[in-house]
């Protein structure tokens, strides 16, 4: 797959700026940070001149320094009176968002660039390796999406379970724990009932057969009180 470069397009100042002349013969030697220099210097001479600006982005961009070089080309675009000035420096813009992989702005600089000089071949080529560029990293950024999602109902499902093992397992505990309790009650009046006999004590049972007996006894008490009240009334009678 063909590489994408940076347009280079090194223009000699028409007007004889002699700092131009010195900043294309650096920038040939590969003295990319002097040719930013002395291309600096030349544009205070005359800063709205396209060629100077667009040789800049150029140096700028040879120094990764993006965003400066997109500045530079941007303004180059501006001042370009002719399409062909602003295709070039739509295109290499077009080339410096593909260096950093950001697909869906070179893809918008390649159709710029385009629409100003539609029979540019290498513009038409960029736009559609930049077109099935940013088709696979928005699939590969769908995938991992899916993966994320998917990764974490993993981690919801495996938590719901978690909860329902131990809610289930607590709840067995507890289930365990109630006859339990009611042998530890019977065994516990049990030994209550025990105790109570070794103290001396009567159980309710006992009690009531007492009672009962009582009460026996109490009325077999009033029938002898009865008839012995009947015989001393015979007794004691007197004769009128």
């Known amino acids: 797959m063909k590489v994408i470069l940076i347009l280079l397009l090194l223009l000699i100042d028409p007007t004889g700026n002699k700092k131009a002349t010195e900043a294309n013969k650096a920038y040939n030697n590969g003295n990319y940070a002097k040719a930013e220099e002395l291309y600096r210097a030349a544009l205070k001479q005359d800063p709205n001149d396209p060629k100077l600006l667009f040789n ?17 080309y941007d303004q180059a675009r501006s001042e370009a009176r002719a399409n062909e000035g602003k295709s070039r420096s739509e295109y290499n813009m077009g080339n410096v968002f593909a260096d950093n ?3 869906d702005k070179a893809l918008e600089s390649y159709k710029h660039a385009l629409q100003a000089n539609p029979d540019d071949p290498e513009a038409k080529y960029n736009y559609e390796l930049a077109y099935n560029k940013m088709r696979r990293q928005q699939q590969k950024q769908n995938q991992q999406q899916q993966q994320n999602n ?26 365990q724990q109630q006859p339990q309790g009611g042998q530890n009650q019977q065994n516990n009046n049990k030994q209550q009932s025990q105790q109570q006999q070794q103290n001396g004590q009567m159980t309710k049972q006992e009690a009531k057969k007492i009672l009962d ?28």
């Open 101 to 103: 992989k950001k697909w």
């Open 150 to 175: 998917k990764n974490k109902n993993k981690n919801k499902n495996q938590k719901q379970n978690s909860q329902g093992q131990q809610n289930k397992k607590n709840q067995n505990n507890k289930n």
């Open 56 to 72: 800049l982005g150029n140096a700028l961009a040879k120094q990764q320094k993006f965003n400066q070089a997109l500045a530079a």
């Open 213 to 240: 007996a009582l009460s026996d006894q109490e009325k077999q008490v009033l029938k002898d009180l009865k008839k012995a009240k009947h015989q001393s009334d015979k007794t004691n009678a007197k004769d009128w």
